[in-house]
């Protein structure tokens, strides 16, 4: 029997300045800091490649913060840590998060040298006024250097990232910025529609005004609902002129480049994440990082598993694997699982294969799902054809409110 597959995630938590729309777990620092960051890394990806000798790595993704602001030399000692300690598929899909303004050619090179075959790089807008507003570090123009630069060092994977319904941002500006990057023919494009976030400038700034834009009230710097709706469609339509396969919500791409590492997270396929604040589902259980700087470079000195006390619904006390480093652990139960596999794997084109489902819980979807089913068919929002059960073009339109009825009383 071969060896059951795994997901590595690597999270790079610096980055140069935090973008006005951020909330993710990133912050500025010097050189000595990240130093110490790396070295507790690689302490903890040798001390998971020796509890989990029996898993192969089908990917690798390495995100952020922003991993390429990293000194290439340590990105190059995290990769040879990964490939000494674990077992890694000779076809793996390994990505990194690179930003326009933190990259050269020669950390392209390492890049390549280091066994990395896919770039995912943050662009967000083709205008350089959006730019600004968004608080992006870069150009349009720097980022047109960056994307040859990859193409010039051989990466044939790139994905864009892209950010739509910015404040200021109109139907016609967003066009020109799709335009623009199909030219380009990335292998993948990821186009965002921007959520305003507690803990942020945005916030901050446009808290009423998002509130007006889910009312369906006009607004006053972020774009109406009925605007972003036409950007919405704008984005579906040229991407699939342009050859691209709308193959999940947001993102993408060109027959065959698919993003393997998100469709795992989609599949609930196991997932170790190394790093401050990063998460692992691992056999049904989920674990998360501790975010505290400090406490994760002085747990990872003396890394140790052991048992974690969870208390239950009935007042017993189970005992769970965990690590030193985790500040959450919590076991998925029968019923989170049907759950996370319909509500996630229903953001995919392709939907949910029932044969799937029931070889996973031993019964049909629709002894546990058939009203909600039958209930959203009616709405037309979602189809069951050919063994498989997917969103239709209406159900994509009002994904959250489909998607939520997939949680179970």
Excluded at 66 to 76: C, G, I, K
Excluded at 337 to 349: I, K, P, V
Aim: hydrophobic residues 35%; aromatic residues 12%; glycine residues 8%.
């Amino acid at each position: 029997m071969g060896k059951k597959e795994l997901e590595l995630y690597i999270h790079i938590p610096f980055c140069v300045k935090k973008c006005n729309y951020c909330d993710f777990l990133s912050f500025p620092a010097d050189e000595s800091t990240q130093e110490d960051y790396v070295i507790a890394l690689k302490k903890e990806i040798a001390f998971y490649g020796r509890q989990y000798p029996g898993r192969v790595l089908t990917t690798v993704y390495i995100g952020g913060g922003t991993p390429s602001w990293l000194t290439e030399r340590y990105m190059a000692e995290i990769l040879s840590e990964v490939f000494r300690s674990f077992t890694v598929a000779p076809e793996a899909e390994i990505s990194i998060e690179c930003n326009p303004g933190t990259i050269t050619g020669h950390k392209f090179q390492v890049y390549r040298d280091s066994g990395i075959n896919r770039l995912s790089i943050g662009l967000q807008s083709a205008d350089n006024e959006e730019l600004k507003v968004i608080g992006r570090i870069h150009t349009w123009e720097q980022f047109l250097k960056t994307y040859e630069m990859a193409r010039d060092h051989g990466f044939s994977n790139i994905n864009i990232d892209l950010m739509y319904s910015l404040p200021g941002q109109t139907a016609e500006t967003w066009y020109a910025s799709l335009q623009k990057v199909l030219r380009l023919r990335p292998e993948h494009i990821s186009a965002y529609s921007l959520i305003i976030e507690k803990g942020t400038p945005f916030y901050d700034l446009y808290k009423f005004d998002a509130v007006k834009q889910q009312a369906g009230l006009p607004t006053d710097a972020l774009p109406t609902e009925e605007e972003v709706y036409r950007m919405t469609k704008m984005t579906e339509q040229l991407l699939k002129e342009a050859g691209y396969e709308h193959y999940e919500i947001s993102n993408f791409a060109l027959p065959g480049f698919a993003c393997r590492h998100n469709i795992g997270y989609w599949k609930r396929i196991d997932y170790l994440g190394v790093g401050l604040g990063s998460a692992s589902l691992l056999d049904n259980i989920r674990y998360t990082n501790t975010n505290e700087l400090y406490t994760y470079l002085k747990e990872a000195e003396h890394l140790r598993a052991g048992l974690w006390q969870q208390e239950q619904a009935d007042g017993t006390t189970a005992e769970l694997p965990a690590v030193n480093l985790h500040a959450a652990v919590e076991p998925v139960g029968r019923k989170a699982q049907m759950e996370e596999t319909m509500f996630l794997g229903m953001r995919m084109t392709e939907g949910v294969y029932r044969t799937e489902f029931e070889r996973n819980f031993g019964i049909p979807v629709e002894a546990v799902y058939g009203t909600v089913l039958q209930h959203l068919q009616e709405e037309k929002l979602l189809l069951k054809r050919e063994g498989r059960i997917f969103l239709t073009e209406m159900g994509q339109d009002v994904s959250n409110y489909v998607l939520a009825q997939f949680l179970l009383d």
